[in-house]
């Protein structure tokens, strides 16, 4: 294996599987919830697209890690991804023929985001096995780093495309995306899960007391378990605000669904991101995991609260690119935590809750209630209200552990029991 990144071959194909499933995935997170505001004009029936992209994670969170601690993580993945190719490519084809309706393009929605957790849970556990735990934190910036550049390019142009392209038929993409994340996973030749020998026969009892295991370990790590609830409150907040901000682009800054305007306000967080993936390396060689988060989960709740109020696209796009830094920093860098001291065979279920709590509940719970205040208050007021929630990660993550595990400069020996 290459000390290199960029020179493994097997990381190189991870790394483009997961590029090319972020595009699709990226076109998907703008054109659905235009197509549902187009098809319905309801902001609350666009809120709950994004509600529906976390809410799988409620239903088969825990049951997709605890099985993909125990299957083949390759053949997880291909299936995932194959699967996912044909439900989402069932809505352009519905277009195509003049069936389409909003209850398809929600439940399509649901089912991507529910096969998903299967692929999620398997990626967790394939890429420290893939890349070694010493070079977590820096494979995952590189798959951040190439997010970021995707959610900074590629709203633009889906903004511009969708000026002359249905968005269900720009959905076809998505489709593709999925076929050649699927054959880039299955070229890589590493193994990506370690030897199970002595498992259990796979019964109900005996998936319910993996889980059990999994959740164990997520609430006795301190560390862990506080990175999880700050992301968890963050992702609250994110989620009301992203679940209001296709009417936010459109009510509040008049700059429409479309165009170059449009994409470039979507695409500001993707400039963030970006800069917290490649600082997230250099940062951690001068601070812990924990004083990271500390440090960063303050400056996004102070943005959530200023991103909503600026009165013009281009002062939004910029207070949205301040905020995606601050705000991807605490999940990268809670990921990469997670990765390095949860014990391998509990990687796919550790990580799963962790996605569960914050994606699942956080996210879902706060689209859907930032929806109900949209229609209620307006957009702008229920971006405001839905940004002080995340005063409360802050709260939480200075009253923890996490000060005392800062301080200790060693975010191993926080793990009960530590890395078997």
């Known amino acids: 294996m290459s000390d290199r990144l960029r020179d493994d071959p097997d990381f190189r194909r991870y790394w483009l599987a997961r590029a090319l499933s972020i595009t699709g995935s990226m076109v998907t997170a703008v054109a659905l919830p235009v197509l549902v505001y187009r098809l319905s004009g309801s902001p609350f029936l666009t809120a709950l697209v994004t509600a529906l ?128 994340s699927a054959s880039a996973v299955r070229g890589i030749v590493r193994a990506m899960s370690e030897q199970r020998e002595g498992q259990a026969p796979l019964r109900p009892g005996v998936v319910f007391r993996d889980i059990a295991e999994g959740l164990r370990f997520l609430v006795r790590n301190p560390g862990v378990r506080t990175m999880t609830i700050v992301g968890s409150l963050q992702s609250f907040a994110g989620g009301g605000f992203v679940a209001l901000m296709v009417v936010w682009l459109d009510r509040a800054l008049h700059v429409g669904t479309s165009g170059l305007r449009f994409g470039l306000v979507w695409g500001a967080w993707g400039i963030g991101g970006l800069a917290a993936a490649v600082g997230l390396p250099r940062l951690l060689k001068r601070l812990p995991p924990a004083a990271i988060t500390l440090y960063a989960i303050p400056v996004s709740a102070v943005l959530g609260i200023v991103t909503p109020l600026m009165p013009t696209w281009p002062l939004a796009a910029i207070a949205l690119l301040a905020w995606g830094s601050a705000y991807v920093l605490v999940i990268v860098n809670a990921i990469s935590y997670r990765q390095q001291v949860t014990p391998e065979q509990l990687l796919g279920r550790v990580n799963t809750a962790g996605r569960m709590l914050s994606w699942g509940v956080g996210w879902t719970l706060g689209s859907i209630l930032g929806g109900v205040l949209g229609s209620q208050l307006g957009v702008r007021p229920a971006m405001v209200a839905m940004g002080l929630l995340g005063f409360l990660a802050v709260l939480v993550a200075w009253t923890s552990p996490l000060r005392a595990i800062a301080a200790a400069h060693d975010p191993l020996q926080a793990s009960e029991g530590g890395i078997s």
Do not use: C, K
């Not at 299967?118 to 890429?127: H, Q, S």
């Not at 709203?155 to 489709?175: E, I």
């Open 53 to 180: 992209e976390a809410a799988p994670y409620l239903l088969t969170g825990l049951f997709a890690g605890a099985l993909s601690d125990r299957w083949n993580r390759r053949r997880v993945m291909v299936s995932a991804d194959l699967i996912n190719a044909v439900v989402i490519g069932s809505i352009p084809l519905a277009h195509w023929l003049g069936i389409l309706t909003v209850p398809q393009v929600l439940v399509v929605g649901f089912v991507v985001q529910m096969v998903y957790t299967f692929f999620d849970g398997a990626n967790f556990g394939a890429l420290p096995v893939l890349v070694g735990r010493a070079r977590v934190a820096q494979a995952n910036a590189a798959v951040w780093t190439a997010s970021s550049l995707i959610e900074l390019f590629v709203p633009p142009l889906a903004g511009l495309v969708l000026a002359v392209l249905n968005p269900a038929t720009l959905l076809a993409l998505d489709a593709l995306s999925f076929v050649a």
